[in-house]
Nanobody
Framework: QVQLVESGGGLVQAGGSLRLSCAASGGTLGSYSMGWFRQAPGKEREFVAVINKYDGNTYYRDSVKGRFTISRDNAKNTVNLEMNSLKPEDTAVYYC???????????????????WGKGTLVTVSS
């Protein structure tokens, strides 16, 4: 059983930056493709970014391309999401998730992920 714990959320002004981290325990991060999802109030959880195991390929939802960067450090069992040029519409609870699958498409359904963290809140003020 893999446990995931997110950190790094907070309040930031539009145009600012935040770095989210996800620490994994109970398993080897290198065995999983790792993703970030988010859920805004009253909305469904949506895919943000994923980084594959093995090949390290990354995929992003269109609205964050060029602003967000996902990375992983298998030795430290962590996954990060660097978020720049933040917009008010990025406000959401951000979740880290792990999957045994390898992804080949830029949109990933939440049902493809096996393990989830409890989330960290990101609030972007205008």
């Amino acid at each position: 059983q893999v446990q995931l714990v997110e950190s790094g959320g907070g309040l930031v002004q539009a145009g600012g930056s935040l770095r989210l981290s996800c620490a994994a325990s109970g398993g080897t991060l290198g065995s999983y493709s790792m993703g970030w999802f988010r859920q805004a109030p009253g909305k469904e959880r949506e895919f943000v970014a994923v980084i594959n195991k093995y090949d390290g390929n990354t995929y992003y939802r269109d609205s964050v391309k060029g602003r967000f960067t996902i990375s992983r450090d298998n030795a430290k069992n962590t996954v990060n999401l660097e978020m720049n040029s933040l917009k008010p519409e990025d406000t959401a609870v951000y979740y880290c998730a792990a999957s045994l699958l390898v992804f080949r498409a830029p949109m990933i359904h939440a049902g493809s992920m096996t393990y989830w963290g409890k989330g960290t809140l990101v609030t972007v003020s205008s």
